[in-house]
């Protein structure tokens, strides 16, 4: 069962890596010809305060859903815990917005 | 062994799905005029080789896009024995691999190293940080109903009510969401006209084949993920499951992309205030919402 679903994965990544390579070894059409500079020199990131606060989200996220599975047979005290942890960061999210963190750049 | 059948399958049923959102996709935007973004014609009979390219990361994109949708449709069920495989942790397994089309987009991008391209990397990383966590908690609500992370289970869970009557913020939630996932007007910025379609445009040959591939793919599968979250998947009346599966996948899909063309172009900075100033606050309060009916008793078996 569980070889049965890993297997099913690495199948698909197989086959398709492997029928990109065979598509870069058959096809080759004319060439576009593309005449522009580089790019790499002339950026920055100018949302790392976002970046950090999108870390703090995403895994209160993933702590979501296993008590999202559960939620129903443990009942009101699951609630409670999980009125407490959104209490928290809905508290963070306030701070992040009055502080201007959700301004772009 | 029985993967050896079952692998053609989900390719197939990729490949067919991805068909028809292009068709469906194209016949709207001629009714409407609007900016294709991810839909726009892409050039199958010229190669393209950036002249600043990197030699991996570049022709890596659209292989790695691809792979996430491949990936993606395994889990998605057209009926109750009709599925790549009913893994346990199904919608975990979906939001992680849908995620690798943006990684590819990113790394393509980036790859190209073209000004157009390597802004449309930045685009789409900036999308992901404002669609993650909202769509994220509109699943939640979902999962705390059905109990289970399998998409099986979630269908079967929805036999008496679709959870669209019982979360309806849940699936306006998933609709503003899955436009952001699946990079559809109003929320094409990384597939725009003024970086000429991004990474469409540094590309050709096989890996503009790739691109379309992905880029149709991933429309379908946000489409039919949203009819086994909140439309009851493959059950209804008379007709048979994948039919009705199919129904509500393109029904839903054209709902979306109407709704789409009715709001103008966001730009990904404003994308990004929505989320974070609207959608996520709403979406905490639906994951509330859903715990206090689930404690009243509705909607668990």
Known sequence: MIVNSYAIVGLICLVIVGL?????????PGLRPLQVPAAWNNYRFGYAVYALIFLAFDMEMIFMYPWAV??????????????????????????????????WE | MGVVLQMPVVLAALLGGALLTLLLERTLLQRTQTEPGPAAAVDYRHAVDPPNADRWLYPAGPVLALL???LATVVIPFGP????????????????????????????GWGANTPDAVEACYRIVAQLVAY????????????????????????????GLWYIVLQPIGFVLYLITGLMQAYRAPFLEPFAASIQQGVLHTSGGWQAMAWRMALSGVLF?????????????????????????????????????????????????????????VLIPVGLVNVLIVGMLILLGVGTA
Not at chain 2, 89 to 108: K, P
């Open chain 1, 20 to 28: 990109a390579l065979l598509a870069a070894a058959l096809w080759h």
């Open chain 1, 70 to 103: 559960v939620f129903a047979s443990i009942g009101f005290e699951a609630f409670a815990d999980m009125f407490v942890f959104i209490a928290i960061l809905s508290a963070g999210i306030a701070y992040a917005w009055g502080m201007g963190g959700l301004e």
């Open chain 2, 68 to 70: 996430g949708v491949a």
């Open chain 2, 81 to 108: 024995n009709l599925i790549g495989e009913d893994l346990g942790i199904g919608v975990f397994y979906f939001i992680v691999v849908v995620d690798f089309v943006v990684l590819g987009i990113a790394l393509g």
């Open chain 2, 132 to 159: 993650v966590i909202p769509l994220g908690l509109a699943l939640v609500g979902a999962i705390m109903m059905a109990e289970s992370l399998s998409t099986v289970a979630i269908v079967e869970a929805q036999t």
């Open chain 2, 221 to 277: 599968v946000v489409a039919a993920m949203g009819a086994v979250l909140f439309l009851g998947g493959w059950q209804g009346p008379l007709l048979p499951g994948p039919v009705w599966m199919l129904l509500k996948t393109y029904g839903l899909m054209a709902l979306m992309l109407w709704l789409g063309t009715r709001v103008r172009l966001r730009s990904t900075a404003q994308m990004l205030a929505l989320s974070w100033k």
